[in-house]
Structures are given as structure tokens and as C-alpha cells.
């Protein structure tokens, strides 16, 4: 049970191809992924509204991120929350929350030419 204390699970998709940084010979990958909500209003309309979370991978799972992860694909991912704090230039105190992906799998498929890059590599 000590793992339900900060645990996150998303399905959603990248709004744009991950951020990959090499720190020695560690990397991590950065990127927003946004999760769609749908419910109806007032009127009867359905209404979908999109939250954008920040995600950040390292070791392993950045490498296997920069391989396959593309904007737009549809994934699901494993993490939990993590917050930075850090000063803006005017000396007040900022937060940053992100989700600290430990596990992730991709829920559509590849395209041929996709799945044939993959295997080159």
C-alpha cells in the first residue's frame, strides 16, 4: 500500500516530440501530455476539456522515451507527482509540479516504417 501514497496514472497524448537532454551519461526527457475530459453542460452539449501535464523520464526510460514517444501517440504512463520550487527574478518563491514517469506503454500501433527504424536501431 505504500505505493497509492503518490501514485499517477495517465492516458493521453504528447503535445509535442520529447525534450532529451544528456547529463554525463545519464538522459532525461522532458514533454507535456495532454488528457482529455469529457461531460455534458447545462445546455446538453457535450464538452471535452484538456488538461496538459509535465512529464519528465530519466535513466532507461528516457532512453526508451526518445525512441518511440512522438507527439500525438496515444500512451499510457506510471509516476508520480514531483515539485520543484525555485526563485523568479523578482525574488518570489515559484512551484512546479511534474510527473515523474516510471513506466509508460504505447496504446496505438506503429506505423510499418516506424516499427522497421525501431528494429534498425
Known amino acids: 500500500m505504500g505505493t497509492l501514497r503518490n501514485s499517477v496514472h495517465l492516458i493521453g497524448r504528447p503535445g509535442a516530440d520529447p525534450e532529451i537532454k544528456k547529463f554525463g551519461e545519464r538522459k532525461s526527457a522532458r514533454f507535456t501530455l495532454a488528457t482529455n475530459e469529457k461531460h455534458y453542460n447545462d445546455k446538453n452539449e457535450l464538452v471535452t476539456e484538456t488538461e496538459w501535464h509535465n512529464i519528465v523520464a530519466w535513466g532507461r526510460t528516457a ?25 523568479d527574478r523578482d525574488k518570489n518563491k515559484r512551484y512546479f509540479t511534474e510527473v515523474l514517469m516510471d513506466e509508460f506503454m504505447l496504446i496505438d500501433r506503429m506505423s510499418n516504417e516506424e516499427e522497421q527504424k525501431n528494429e534498425a536501431e
Open 63 to 87: 532512453e526508451t522515451v526518445e525512441k518511440i514517444v512522438k507527439k500525438g501517440r496515444l500512451m499510457a504512463l506510471e509516476g508520480k507527482l514531483q515539485t520543484r520550487q525555485y526563485e
